[in-house]
């Protein structure tokens, strides 16, 4: 634990940015790998309902996720300041009691969408084209919840003590397993994949592509477990460590609650999308899905750096060292510019053959690549919003962080959606996105500015 807090407290900037981020931001690539095939394997079987089936589920997928970061990120970020106020007895009972209540919510979950799937599933956009299609993917997924919401939470509490790269590790293991059982999974044996006739396969469709995706996070949940019998870890998780006293639930939720509103909102908006655009064909709907998850690439990057420094930022502000957390900020910020900066580029030079990577349908490529570039466009700045919002977390601004996360993804997004809708058309749903996140970057720069001001007064009084 002694090296983890020299990350935080003692290493040149840059290397401690690099130190955190650069595990956290690996384990992104493998996750956007992880999102993106179980689209790409699917799209394989050329079946765009399937694809739409996909894209549909999603959502309510992203619910399982939403609870993860609800006590993954509220309990890394409370964690994180705890460690600079030294308290790590607090720090013990925010883990088991973040760790215990994510399995027991998942549990909740998983019941939820197994009796009801149809329902859900048709109330978030489903065709009588796709439904099947998406009950056999949600069913295992309901099967999957608790390790969803599991793997998630110990993954950032294990990033919030400095152990960054055990939190790549476990998250990156599960998501490989994924990957490798996909197409084994997904296709039958003979199908063509990348110019090749596979010599296995199950042929599950999207019902394999579920499997592979609960038993890869059961494979992190088990990676997790072994890294805290070690006896390595300042984490707790014992139950009797678990604790609704001290403060613990009000200190993870305030800070958390951000985190899972922007998973849930973000569920919201693809189901209000996927309704819109079924107004238009399943062709736009299956088009988006992939856009989106190739979009992933440069979001994802940015969010696991400013992920990353979070740890950085929480203890900085516990131990009162805002000079050094201002420069980390301004680092990581230019580091974010740099990176969106050339994914955009190269996303747009490239845009057809990114969407026809996922699936041979002209028709599709040809809306997907509009709504690619569209959602590029805010990417060179996009990154300016991710760290502030992180270091709002770490900070446990909760209330900035909140406003942020429900403007972009629910009421700056929500009604400009509708309303370009009305004005534009199709064309206004494909940018709305893009407006929503060019108005939040100004907001969150707004936020810290007044941060900073009352940072300022605070050190000059002391």
């Known amino acids: 634990m002694k090296d983890n807090t020299k990350i935080f407290s003692e290493y040149k900037v840059p290397k401690a940015v690099m130190t955190m981020a650069v595990p956290s931001m690996l384990g992104m690539l493998i996750n956007i790998v992880y999102n993106l095939a179980d689209t790409f394997f699917v799209g394989q079987t050329g079946d765009s309902n399937q694809v739409a089936a996909v894209s549909v589920s999603m959502p309510v997928?992203?619910?399982?996720?939403?609870?993860?970061?609800?006590?993954?990120?509220?309990?890394?970020?409370?964690?994180?300041?705890?460690?600079?106020?030294?308290?790590?007895?607090?720090?013990?009972?925010?883990?088991?009691?973040?760790?215990?209540?994510?399995?027991?919510?998942?549990?909740?979950?998983?019941?939820?969408?197994?009796?009801?799937?149809r329902p859900i599933l048709y109330l978030v956009g489903a065709s009588d084209n796709t439904i099947d299609f998406a009950c056999d993917?949600?069913?295992?997924?309901?099967?999957?919840?608790?390790?969803?919401?599991?793997?998630?939470?110990?993954?950032?509490?294990?990033?919030?003590?400095?152990?960054?790269?055990?939190?790549?590790?476990?998250?990156?293991?599960?998501?490989?397993?994924?990957?490798?059982?996909?197409?084994?999974?997904?296709?039958?044996?003979?199908?063509?994949?990348?110019?090749f006739h596979l010599p296995f396969g199950l042929g599950l469709g999207v019902a394999g592509a579920a499997i592979a995706t609960v038993i890869g996070n059961v494979v992190s949940v088990l990676y997790f477990l072994v890294y805290f019998l070690r006896g390595k870890?300042?984490?707790?998780?014992?139950?009797?460590?678990?604790?609704?006293k001290n403060g613990i639930p009000c200190g993870v939720i305030s800070v958390g609650l951000p985190a899972c509103l922007n998973n849930l909102l973000m569920s919201l908006s693809n189901i209000v999308i996927n309704i819109v655009l079924s107004g238009y064909g399943d062709i736009p709907v299956a088009a988006m899905g992939i856009a989106m998850k190739a979009n992933m690439l440069v979001v994802m990057l940015q969010i696991g750096l400013a992920q990353g420094v979070q740890p950085i930022i929480g203890y900085c502000y516990g131990a009162k060292n805002y000079e050094r957390m201002q420069k980390v900020m301004r680092f990581s910020i230019f580091c974010n510019i740099v990176i969106g900066t050339v994914m955009t580029a190269f996303y747009v030079i490239f845009k057809e053959r990114v969407i026809d990577v996922f699936i041979d349908n002209p028709d599709v490529v040809e809306i997907g690549v509009k709504m690619l570039v569209a959602l590029m466009s805010p990417g060179p700045v996009i990154g300016i919003m991710f760290v502030l919002n992180f270091a709002f977390q770490g900070m446990g601004k909760g209330r900035q962080s909140l406003l942020l996360s429900v403007g972009r993804q629910g009421l700056i997004y929500i009604p400009m959606l509708f309303i370009m809708n009305r004005l534009v058309g199709l064309e206004g749903v494909i940018w709305s996105q893009a407006c929503a996140d060019y108005v939040c970057i100004v907001m969150a720069l707004v936020m810290w500015f007044v941060i900073k001001k009352n940072l300022k007064k605070e050190t000059e009084l002391s």
């Open 61 to 117: 997928f992203l619910i399982t996720l939403s609870i993860g970061n609800l006590f993954g990120v509220g309990g890394c970020a409370f964690l994180s300041r705890s460690l600079g106020e030294g308290k790590i007895d607090r720090v013990k009972q925010i883990s088991s009691f973040c760790i215990y209540t994510a399995i027991g919510v998942g549990v909740v979950i998983g019941v939820i969408f197994y009796f009801f799937k």
């Open 137 to 195: 993917y949600l069913k295992w997924i309901a099967f999957g919840a608790p390790f969803f919401t599991t793997s998630i939470t110990v993954c950032n509490l294990v990033r919030g003590e400095g152990a960054a790269r055990d939190s790549m590790l476990g998250m990156v293991i599960g998501q490989l397993v994924n990957i490798v059982l996909d197409p084994i999974f997904i296709l039958s044996s003979g199908d063509r994949l990348l110019g």
């Open 233 to 244: 870890s300042i984490l707790s998780i014992t139950p009797r460590r678990y604790t609704l």
